[in-house]
């Protein structure tokens, strides 16, 4: 089946610590993106990628890094810098006429 | 930048009742979509209007993008349990399809409490 898929669902991590949130599609969408959401809110954008070895900072990125090596890859890295890094991460890729799927999310908890 | 104003924050309704909510903006859309996100999951993707003027159905749930390209709203008929969730509006400006990503500009969200 088609679709997104993130791992792992639950992260806990020490404070200073880096850590890698995996975000996998298999639907052969160029663009990709990650968003964060806090309790009650809606969702923020971090990064986006439009294709291969390109990305562009949303409009809360300080303290967080992205790479896009493969198409269906767009892993997030949140780093000690990030100074409340606990939420809810949510990755999507979007379809040609603009429609974004996303996958079930990795809640991020810092210990 | 450009904002979407979604109303009501939350509903309390009976199961049976129908339900309205609706996303206004002061900027033009030329694309609207409707997610629903359970607690802990993903938002899913529930309907997509690319017309002014659109009406679309899916199951018991009915949008329409606005005539002014300025509002949406959702409607749902009859409301059973598992409708609770949080309604999120996301609109996207065609301009912004090659330059910025196609970035969505979301709502803040309608909670939805059905009570058996």
């Known amino acids: 089946d088609g679709g997104i898929t993130q791992s792992p669902k639950y992260l806990f991590r020490k404070e200073g610590q880096n850590v890698t949130l995996s975000c996998e599609q298999n639907?052969?969408?160029?663009?990709m993106y990650w968003y964060r959401q806090d309790p009650g809110q809606g969702l923020r954008l971090i990064y986006y990628?439009?294709?291969?070895?390109?990305?562009q900072k949303g409009d809360i990125a300080e303290g967080y890094s992205v790479s896009r090596e493969k198409k269906e890859s767009f892993p997030l890295t949140v780093t000690s810098a990030q100074k409340n890094p606990t939420a809810f991460y949510l990755c999507?890729?979007?379809?040609?006429?603009?429609?974004?799927?996303f996958g079930p999310g990795t809640r991020l908890t810092v210990l | 930048g450009q904002q979407l104003n979604q109303s009501p924050q939350s509903m309390f309704i009976q199961e049976g009742e129908d339900v309205s909510m609706n996303c206004t903006s002061s900027?033009?859309?030329?694309?609207w979509l409707w997610y629903k996100q359970e607690p802990g999951e993903g938002p899913v993707l529930l309907i997509a209007l690319y017309k002014a003027g659109e009406l679309t159905s899916n199951g018991r749930l009915t949008a329409q993008f606005g005539i002014t390209r300025k509002d949406s709203f959702l409607n749902i008929s009859a409301s059973i349990p598992s409708d609770v969730g949080i309604y999120f509006c996301?609109?996207?400006?065609?301009?912004?399809?090659?330059?910025?990503?196609?970035?969505?500009?979301f709502g803040e969200g309608t909670q939805l409490t059905v009570n058996p």
């Open positions: 996301a609109g996207l400006v065609l301009g912004d399809w090659g330059t910025s990503g196609s970035r969505l500009t």
């Open positions: 999507a890729s979007r379809a040609p006429r603009g429609s974004q799927f």
């Open positions: 900027s033009i859309f030329n694309t």
């Open positions: 639907l052969n969408h160029d663009a």
């Open positions: 990628s439009q294709i291969v070895n390109d990305f």
